[in-house]
């Protein structure tokens, strides 16, 4: 895609060549103050990459809820059921003993 930098004042003066550049498959960006301000592109290039950020997100959603159902087997519920109900002595040997394993 061809990215064409103009100042704000030229993107209100030129707005139809703006938008005819905008329309043959380029992007523009508009500058103030020599700071690009915006991207003006096509409707599809649009839709594209808010479709590749939808599709991202349902895609991290699909795997964290695979990640949730398999932390709640029973095994896993019971084990954080002892640990919220451990005496801190318990909860001390177990530590130690995490970090023994660790090495």
Same mark, same amino acid.
Request: zero cysteines.
């Given at each position: 895609?061809?990215?064409?930098?103009?100042?704000?004042?030229?993107?209100?003066?030129?707005?139809?060549r @703006?938008?005819?550049?905008?329309?043959?498959?380029?992007?523009?960006? =508009?500058?103030k103050h020599?700071?690009?301000?915006?991207v003006? =592109?096509?409707?599809?290039?649009?839709?594209?990459?808010?479709?590749?950020?939808?599709?991202k997100?349902?895609?991290?959603?699909?795997?964290?809820?695979?990640?949730?159902?398999?932390m709640?087997?029973?095994?896993s519920?019971?084990? &954080?059921?002892?640990?919220f109900?451990?005496?801190?002595?318990? &909860?001390?040997?177990?530590a @130690? &003993?995490?970090?023994?394993k660790?090495?």
């Amino acid at each position: 895609m061809e990215v064409s930098p103009v100042t704000a004042t030229q993107a209100k003066n030129a707005f139809g060549r @703006v938008f005819e550049s905008v329309l043959q498959g380029g992007a523009v960006v =508009i500058t103030k103050h020599d700071a690009p301000k915006a991207v003006l =592109i096509s409707l599809d290039d649009y839709n594209d990459l808010a479709g590749a950020a939808e599709s991202k997100l349902n895609s991290l959603s699909r795997e964290f809820d695979g990640l949730l159902a398999r932390m709640q087997t029973r095994k896993s519920r019971d084990a &954080l059921k002892a640990a919220f109900h451990a005496s801190p002595k318990q &909860l001390g040997r177990a530590a @130690v &003993l995490a970090a023994r394993k660790r090495g």
